[in-house]
C-alpha cells in the first residue's frame, strides 16, 4: 500500500535553533500534503495544507514565518521549525492525499517527536 | 465550519467480546467522507474504515463495521471479536468533499477527540 516516509522520527535540539522535518512519499504522488500537531493523548491539530508548487495554507492561530512548508515536489513536503523553543516541543505529523486516488483515505507518516531543550 | 465530537474519552472492552465507539458530527453539506483511524502507541495513524457520505450502506472491514446514520450525523464503531492488538486510541474524521470559496475546507481531515480503547485479556 501506499506509504510515506517521515524523518526523523525523534529529534532534540537547542532552543533557538531550526529543524527540518521531512516527509517523501514513496510509491504514490501526492497532491496535497498535511502537517498536525498532537500532544499527547489528544487530537490532530491541523497546522497547514500544501500543494505542490504552491504556498502553504495556513490554519487560524499557526505563524507561518515560526512553521515553514514546503512542498516542492509530488513526493516531498518539508516542514521548518524555525527558532524553536521548548513550547514548540510537540509530536508532528503529516499526512498526504494521493494524486491517483483521490478518494481514499489519506496515508500518514510516522510522526517526528521534537524535544526542545 | 465541521465538528466531530467522540463522548467517550476511554472504553474498555474483553478480549473476543465486541464494543462500539461513538461519534456524532456537525455539518451542512451533503458530500463528505468519514474514516475511523487507529493510533496505537507507535502513534502510527491507520485508517480503519471509510463511509462515502452518498452510500446508505455501511461500511465494514473484515471485523470491523460502522452504523452510519445520516439524518442524526451519527458514525459509531464497531469492533467484533475485539483483540489484544486493538488497543489503541481510535479517531472519527470528517472529510470535505465540498469545494467552499476559497477552498479553505476542502479536502481537509477534521477530527474527534479521540477514544482510547483498552482491550483486556
Known amino acids: 500500500g501506499a506509504v510515506v516516509s517521515q524523518h526523523p522520527s525523534r529529534v532534540i535540539c537547542k532552543s533557538g535553533t531550526s529543524v527540518k522535518i521531512e516527509c517523501r512519499s514513496l510509491d504514490f504522488q501526492a497532491t496535497t500534503m498535511f502537517w498536525y500537531r498532537q500532544f499527547p493523548k489528544q487530537s490532530l491539530m491541523l497546522m497547514a495544507t500544501s500543494n505542490e508548487g504552491s504556498k502553504a495554507t495556513y490554519e487560524q492561530g499557526v505563524e507561518k514565518d515560526k512553521f515553514l512548508i514546503n512542498h516542492a515536489s509530488l513526493t516531498l513536503s518539508t516542514l521548518t521549525v524555525t527558532s524553536a523553543h521548548p513550547e514548540d516541543s510537540s509530536f508532528y505529523i503529516c499526512?498526504?492525499?494521493?494524486?491517483?486516488?483521490?478518494?481514499?483515505?489519506?496515508?500518514f507518516g510516522s510522526g517526528t517527536r521534537l524535544t526542545v531543550v | 465550519a465541521q465538528t466531530v465530537t467522540q463522548s467517550q474519552p476511554e472504553m474498555s472492552v474483553q478480549e473476543a467480546e465486541t464494543v462500539t465507539l461513538s461519534c456524532t458530527y456537525d455539518t451542512s453539506e451533503s458530500d463528505y467522507y468519514l474514516f475511523w483511524y487507529k493510533q496505537p502507541p507507535s502513534r502510527q495513524m491507520i485508517l480503519v474504515i471509510r463511509q462515502e457520505a452518498y452510500k446508505q450502506q455501511n461500511a465494514t472491514e473484515n471485523r470491523f463495521s460502522v452504523n452510519f446514520q445520516k439524518a442524526a450525523k451519527s458514525f459509531s464503531l464497531k469492533i467484533s471479536d475485539s483483540q489484544l492488538g486493538d488497543a489503541a486510541m481510535y479517531f472519527c474524521a470528517y472529510r470535505s468533499e465540498t469545494p467552499n470559496a476559497g477552498g479553505t475546507s476542502y479536502g481537509k481531515l477534521t477530527f474527534g477527540q479521540g477514544t482510547i480503547l483498552t482491550v483486556h485479556p
Open positions: 499526512s498526504a492525499r494521493d494524486r491517483g486516488n483521490l478518494n481514499y483515505g489519506y496515508t
